[in-house]
């Protein structure tokens, strides 16, 4: 339901493009990884997948799960909560294990928090937390990187300066690119610092393809937004 209702809000707020590399394959059973710049992006991201027939589990953040209404939508539809800094944080990816198991995609974001900067430029996706390379080597499925663009004019800044602009979204329908790149597997002999820097070329390929399509006006690639994972 998530997914279906993502595909029916966002076309509300902006215009929706997706696009995907040649050959870009089957991504049911997949670790689908985005980056993260907006609280909007989920729902962007969502909707892009639901278009290319994918209903992944996400991994998302434990705070949403005390959201009135939208707690219930997620505990209901088998996401997982993901609590940061917490000994629980480990079973996160246990239960993203299990649902690739059973079939299921699984979408994170190995960026891990939301960037700290202002405006809604965009920038490339920031260090990737490790879990990404814990999943992926413990399971052995896919990975398919995922890059948006967009999502910041929908939603960014202070909590003033997101609630203007997601009142006024349905008025300025700022356009939207969501862009799915070639899957990739990960060598078993890779080490976890190969791994991560070969799945954050291909998600920063991804992004960098969205920002084009969308002529969107990008912070320079070398510049820092925010620190490295801890």
Known sequence: MLSRLADTVVPVFGRLDVTTDAGSGRITGSIIIANHTSLSDPAVVLAALHRLG?????????????VPLLGGVLAREGH???HRHDPRAARALQEAQAALAAGRSVLLYPEGG???????????PRPFHPGLFHLAHATGAGIVPVGQAGARALASGSPLE???RVLTAPLRR???????????RLDSDLSQAQALAMTHSALTR???TAARRLG??????????SGPPA
């Open 174 to 184: 700022p356009r939207l690119h969501v862009h799915v790149g070639g899957p990739l």
């Open 216 to 225: 969107a006006p990008a912070l320079p690639t070398g510049r820092r937004t």
């Open 114 to 124: 939301l960037p700290h900067r202002k405006g809604v430029r965009e920038a490339p």
């Open 54 to 66: 994918t209903e992944p589990v996400v991994l998302a953040a434990a705070g949403l799960w005390r």
């Open 206 to 208: 991804a992004w960098h």
């Open 162 to 164: 997101q609630a203007a």
């Open 80 to 82: 997982i909560p993901v």
